[in-house]
């Protein structure tokens, strides 16, 4: 069975643009969620999504936005990029439920300049 | 809003020996998760071990054991016969059981950078 794939592995934009990320869930996975992760601040949960719907929300401006496609697949877009966004972002799938674990992708490394 | 600490950021071990990651957690609910996650240089998360809060066994995946103290909010991960594959960054998670999925998704501890001495 394929993982959690993310594209593009890495991206590089300017300060202002906007920036769409994409991950497929491994087969038969309902929910998607990111979280950026930084060397300051860690990992920090962004957006999660289940059958479509946002279900839980992290405290990110709302540059930040998501969106759930019928197959599951998901994309994250951020909108006016500042430097403070380069990170990796990492998208995970889960089979459904809060008591299911994640399986993560291998990240987009975004870098603003 | 619950927190994770991991407070070694970095640990050494000897190959062949074995290693204990400290993780600590500050919540007021009952039911919930926590995971310990491998970061390689590669950077994709791998999970090595979960354990659910209701359970009071601790979870163990071969090599790798975990001692979970309720009471202490305590969740500490063993690898026993350290390999040079081991080295890594790993991460202690938290999540809520609530249903609805909790409101913070995972929540993880800045990590520790384990190193392993061949």
């Known amino acids: 069975k394929a993982g959690v794939t993310q594209t593009p592995r890495y991206l590089i934009k300017t300060r202002g643009q906007q920036v769409t990320l994409s991950c497929s869930p491994i087969s038969g996975h309902r929910s998607v969620s990111w979280y950026q992760q930084t060397p300051g601040q860690g990992l920090q949960f962004l957006f999660e999504y289940f059958s479509e719907t946002q279900r839980n929300k992290g405290n990110f401006p709302g540059r930040f936005s998501g969106r759930q496609f019928s197959n599951s697949r998901s994309e994250m877009n951020v909108s006016t990029l500042e430097l403070g966004d380069s990170a990796l972002y990492l998208c995970?799938?889960?089979?459904?439920?809060?008591?299911?674990?994640?399986?993560f992708g291998q990240g987009t490394r975004l870098t603003v300049v | 809003a619950q927190t994770v600490t991991q407070s070694q950021p970095e640990m050494s071990v000897q190959e062949a020996e074995t290693v204990t990651l400290s993780c600590t957690y500050d919540?007021?609910?009952?039911?919930?998760?926590l995971f310990w996650y491998k970061q390689p240089p590669s950077r994709q998360m791998i999970l090595v071990i979960r354990q659910e809060a209701y359970k009071q066994q601790n979870a163990t995946e071969n090599r790798f054991s975990v001692n979970f103290q309720k009471a202490a909010k305590s969740f500490s991960l063993k690898i026993s016969d350290s390999q040079l594959g081991d080295a890594a960054m790993y991460f202690c998670a938290y999540r809520s059981g609530t249903s609805g999925g909790g409101a913070d998704g995972l929540t993880f501890g800045k990590g520790t950078h384990l190193i392993i001495q061949p």
């Open positions: 919540t007021s609910e009952s039911d919930y998760y």
């Open positions: 995970a799938s889960s089979p459904q439920g809060v008591n299911t674990e994640a399986f």
